[in-house]
């Protein structure tokens, strides 16, 4: 149980809203008069859009387990086509809220796709992605790989794709490779693993939108249900992408995850819970409820195995990820399953509350803006405040503060579970498959670091 989190109080069974003594615990902890008789959201029915990935979960749980009807709220939840549907959605108020990547809230602040402000004050996730390749490919790779009892040693590191990827170029064939969309975690990954061992995954500019000058492989945007079809078809060699697609390629016996993001880079956060700005401004005590709902699903996720088996029952359903309830419990439960039998143990491969998770650090906004930067979706060197600024318009740890006292304040929750003196960086993290450490206040410092990608002015 050490890995687990022991969480305080049950789920409730039935719908609630806050009334008495927890009522006003509730209003004097979010900044309420504490006279207040009842907190009540201004919205009380929601619509919710999310993609069908595992990390999908915790707005899943937050339903299932009545956790947003305790606050009052009345959520559907709604799978979408595709990452630029649910974001547009949301742009247009046709989503009150989604489950989106990391990177989609900060892209639309800084025009890149789309102009909007979306915010987030929930992070819903810690690692998550593979980066998986075809049989063949991997077949060359293993001939490039150090073994130990007879399995090749982990991480693997993108030097040993690099020979393959020169055996395609030697014979003037392209090397193609799949991520889920262009502000995506997956696509900062991908060519950060890729760029670790020398392999250039290309730059974006305004005549090329697709990412692939100066490119060695060519990456570009799969929907995450369609990657195991694409690449079994040859249109593409490998990708990278989000559970359950990675372990569904090892089920079908067409392909082999080689190294996961925690690998990567270790307990990086993943998806947030993303919302228009003026929404948050107009529905304020309705943010605070949702997030406190959302928080309560992560403690619970990370609250035992037997949580996790019972959350990969409930994400088979044909109504959320729909896929293999066994496929999905290979990765939601301490394990990865690499090649078909090299199943290893990776307690921390999905992480929904432990190590802080849900909380919206400033300096996870940050990385992602330096590989918008170093990828050149970002066209021009910005200051290093400036870095800082976006952070602060995109992340909102006030208000996920104030979801964290109303739990502590009403006994679901403990003070020592939430970073709450945290000025909102995490301090530098070195824990990266290249060693290179990254100190979210010296983002261009940072840059600088890199042989391949863009840096300066």
Known sequence: MSKW?????????????????????GATAIGLPAHAQKVRPEK????????????????????????????????????????KVLLDRV?????????????QP??????????????????????????????????????????????????????ALKKVVDKFKAEGKPFKMGMVFPVSTHNYELRYWLASGGIHPGYYSARDVN???????????????????????????????????????????????VIT????????????????????DKYPLTHVAVVKALIRAGMWLDASPANRREAAKILSRPNYVGADEQVIVNSMTGTFEYEKGDKRPQPDFNVFFRHFATYPFYSDAIWYLTQMRRWGQLPAGKSDAWYADVAKQVYL??????????????????????????DG???????????????AKKPNEYLGKFKIGLKGA
């Open 106 to 159: 900060l892209g639309a602040t800084v025009g890149i796709g789309t102009k909007a402000a979306v915010v987030t004050a929930f992070s819903m996730d810690l690692n998550g992605n593979a980066i998986t390749v075809s049989n063949d490919v991997w077949k060359e790779m293993k001939k490039h790989l150090p073994v130990k009892d007879g399995k090749p040693v982990h991480p693997i590191k993108a030097d």
């Open 397 to 422: 740890p006030d208000v996920y503060i104030k979801a964290a006292k109303a739990l502590i304040a009403q006994g679901k929750a403990r003070e020592a579970d939430f970073p709450m003196k945290s």
């Open 44 to 83: 009380e029915a929601l619509k919710f859009g999310f993609i069908k990935l595992t990390d999908c979960v915790p707005l899943v749980i937050a339903y299932e387990k009545k956790f947003f009807e305790d606050e009052g709220l009345f959520v559907t939840l709604e799978a979408q086509a595709n990452w």
């Open 425 to 439: 960086y995490r301090g530098p993290q070195s824990e990266f498959i290249d060693g290179i450490t990254f100190d």
């Open 211 to 257: 990412g692939q000058t100066d490119a060695d492989v060519l990456i570009s945007v799969t929907p995450p249900p369609q990657m195991p079809a694409t690449m079994e078809s040859g249109t593409i060699q490998g990708y990278c992408v989000g559970e359950p697609w990675n372990q569904q390629a090892v089920a079908k016996g067409i392909g082999v995850p």
């Open 91 to 103: 742009i247009d108020g046709q989503l009150d809220g989604a489950h989106m990547l990391a990177g």
């Open 5 to 25: 989190l022991r969480v305080s109080g049950g789920p409730a069974g039935r719908r609630k809203f806050l009334s008495g003594l927890s009522a006003l615990a």
């Open 261 to 280: 993001d925690y690998q990567i880079w270790k307990n990086n956060p993943e998806k947030v819970f993303g919302v228009n700005k003026s929404w948050a």
